[in-house]
């Protein structure tokens, strides 16, 4: 393994992901705002139909260029080919790759900052993804900086784009812009009140997608769903950022009427199942990344609507990460099987929930 790869894995395991801060406007609700750009290299073939050869000179074309212009020299490169599949993993959980690249073949890569918002995966679907993540509602913000990052690089790297059709990408949804737009909002309460199918059918109307939590084809683990735009062409960026935009403060109302529907109509109920679950988390002796994920997504709500106190909502965002698999085996340490990781995370979890007993706070 690279040793600069392996020192870069160290220092983010010990740091909180941009999408966890929890510091962004909205950030009871919306975890992130993301844009992702699909860029592709003029003179070679999309990579599913690119050779070794042809993905090794992709590879090493971009990683030069973009190392040329001012961004790039933020940026922190990752081999991701030669990474353990622990790590692949690792840097899923984290965000910063798609599962495609993680599990891709060849060479490919992946470049970060330090603060975790920028990240460039090459070699994935497209030659080159640029991806800008910000904690909370701030898609203004995110897109500002990634329209820098791209116009830096398009200096630097010749694109395939066409007059008529825009920017030329592997799929055929993303040509255009070739931009997707996505928040990921937290919605447990909606889902608890069971109006969860109805708002995803609106908006699958007006031609918005909803996805899991790492993207195409996750599970909604934890009441965690990504919302985005599902095609690019016919449409500017700055209009395909409205139509998400504007949807954003209507599922952020809909969540807040329904937490206060379950705090006024079920508290009794609501609290209940809040402090079950905080008395599961401390309690365990053995536990799954997916109980966990659901558990912690009710002892979130419970601390937002007052029902638990003396538990920070920050530390709750860094255990929603820290106790999937990957992140459990970097702390830990040492490669574990399913069954000594739903034991080391019941234990990481005691641990962290030691001396904080459920406090109910005063009405």
């Given at each position: 393994?690279?040793?600069?790869?392996?020192?870069?894995?160290?220092?983010?395991?010990?740091?909180?992901?941009?999408w966890l801060r929890g510091t962004g406007p909205e950030s009871d609700i919306v975890m992130s705002s993301r844009v992702r750009l699909a860029r592709n290299v003029a003179?070679?073939?999309?990579?599913?139909?690119?050779?070794?050869?042809?993905?090794?000179?992709?590879?090493?074309?971009?990683?030069?260029?973009?190392?040329?212009?001012?961004?790039?020299?933020?940026l922190q490169?990752?081999?991701?080919?030669?990474?353990?599949?622990?790590?692949r993993q690792f840097l899923v959980e984290r965000q910063l790759i798609s599962r495609e690249l993680a599990d891709a073949q060849g060479a490919r890569s992946v470049a970060i900052d330090g603060r975790e918002q920028v990240s460039l995966m090459i070699n994935e679907e497209d030659h080159l993804r640029i991806q800008c993540m910000h904690s909370g509602l701030d898609l203004k913000g995110v897109w500002d900086q990634i329209r820098l990052v791209d116009d830096q690089i398009e200096r630097a790297v010749p694109y395939a784009f066409h007059p008529r059709w825009g920017y030329l990408t592997a799929c055929p949804t993303n040509v255009g812009t070739g931009i997707r737009v996505s928040v990921m909002l937290h919605l447990p309460a909606l889902v608890i009140t069971r109006q969860i199918d109805k708002v995803f059918r609106s908006l699958h109307k007006i031609s918005l997608?909803?996805?899991g939590l790492y993207g195409e084809g996750s599970q909604a683990m934890g009441d965690f769903y990504q919302i985005s735009n599902q095609t690019t062409l016919?449409?500017?960026?700055?209009?395909l950022l409205e139509q998400v935009g504007d949807v954003v403060p209507v599922l952020i109302d809909y969540e807040r009427r329904a937490r206060e529907f379950l705090v006024r109509e079920t508290q009794q109920n609501v609290h209940d199942q809040v402090s079950r679950a905080y008395g599961i988390l401390r309690t365990a002796q053995t536990i799954t990344a997916e109980e966990t994920m659901q558990l912690l997504s009710r002892v979130r709500m419970g601390v937002?609507?007052?029902?638990?106190?003396?538990v920070d909502i920050s530390a709750i965002n860094v255990l929603l990460v820290r106790t999937q698999p990957a992140h459990l085996q970097k702390l830990r340490g040492l490669e574990l099987d399913t069954k000594d990781r739903n034991i080391e995370r019941a234990r990481y979890l005691r641990q962290h929930f030691e001396g904080n007993g459920p406090k109910a706070a005063a009405n």
């Open positions: 393994m690279d040793p600069s790869a392996q020192m870069n894995l160290e220092t983010l395991t010990n740091n909180v992901g941009e003179q070679y073939p999309f990579v599913s139909r690119a050779s070794e050869q042809d993905r090794a000179e992709i590879e090493k074309f971009l990683r030069e260029r973009i190392a040329m212009v001012p961004a790039g020299k933020e490169y990752i081999d991701v080919g030669h990474l353990e599949e622990v790590d997608a909803v996805r016919g449409k500017t960026e700055e209009e937002l609507l007052g029902l638990i106190g003396d």
